[in-house]
């Protein structure tokens, strides 16, 4: 009894990576998101584990029982060999927002890792509780890269504000007295 329930696992695993080896969900290289939150660059895919390297240079090995069972969202795969990123940024009410979409299109367009094909957009999202809400969204090849080039497009969106005279808004509450105690 005790050794049916020890290779319950041990055939789960296997199954699962038989499984995982003829559907293909994902392969060697591909980056992976899980429903779990583990993510990263497949490095191995055995019978009994799938072995992803992290974001942080460290090796997770997951049982393939797990992996069949878990949802996938594989980043890097799909006929198109590209991978969308978004770049949230609020500026202050009063703005001109023509400017502020020009300045974010250029600030991508610029950019050697962003794709020109599909080109870089820029959507008015929403009217936020202290700022106009847009989105930069630009494509890039790997991934991988997605947060080096978010921190990238930050730093150049900032620098770009500052010299253009583009405010980006910080919460704020005004606290009235009525009484002095």
């Known amino acids: 009894m005790a050794l049916?329930?020890?290779?319950q696992d041990t055939l789960s695993n296997l199954f699962a990576g038989v499984a995982i080896l003829a559907d293909r969900p994902y392969?060697?290289?591909?980056f992976i998101v899980l429903d779990s939150g583990e993510r990263g660059q497949v490095t191995h895919i055995g019978l009994r584990s799938t072995r992803l390297l992290t974001r942080d240079d460290v090796e997770v090995s997951i049982p393939n029982g797990v992996m069949g069972h878990a949802k996938i969202v594989n980043q890097a795969g799909g006929p198109p060999r590209r991978f969308r990123v978004r770049v949230a940024v609020g500026v202050a009410?009063?703005?001109d927002i023509d400017k502020v979409m020009e300045i974010l299109n250029g600030i991508a367009a610029d950019h050697p890792k962003v794709y020109s094909t599909p080109e870089p957009r820029v959507r008015f999202r929403r009217f936020g509780e202290s700022s106009l809400d847009f989105e930069l969204l630009c494509w890039i090849e790997r991934?991988?890269?997605?947060?080096?080039?978010?921190?990238?497009?930050?730093c150049e969106i900032y620098k770009r504000f500052l010299t253009e005279g583009v405010q980006i808004p910080f919460p704020q509450r005004d606290l009235h007295i009525k009484q002095m105690p």
């Open 27 to 30: 392969k060697i290289g591909d």
């Open 4 to 7: 049916s329930f020890a290779a």
């Open 93 to 95: 009410y009063g703005s």
């Open 143 to 154: 991934p991988v890269d997605q947060g080096l080039l978010s921190h990238e497009l930050h």
